[in-house]
């Protein structure tokens, strides 16, 4: 196994999926759920918008392909480690699923600490 700092985002999502199968349709459910809003709120969420790396044009389109294969692949991803990181976590999608997962840990209370700390170790710096 590589060391952690060495593992690239999607061994980071493969590896939380097998360790937290049981996570992983509220998970995916909230994802999806991010996707809408980003999506309904498309105004408000344009005017607010702040992130110097990515236009909102280009988030936008992010949680769009995000959503498209949440539908098109749906529980298959909650049983699929690799399909989950094969489709989630690949190239600038990550970046919208990691901002999704963190901010699924940061506004829930989780019943499972030890999932919340392994999203901690691995898609905090």
Known sequence: MKAL???????KGKLLHQLFPNEMPELIDFVQGMCETVKENEELNRSKWNNGLFTFDFWLALAGEVDQKIDKYGAKLHKSSNLFADQLFDG???SFTIHCIVTYTAVRQHENGKF???VDLFFYP
């Open 5 to 11: 700092n060495q593992l690239n985002n999607p061994e």
């Open 92 to 94: 600038y999608l990550a």
């Open 116 to 118: 919340v700390k392994a």
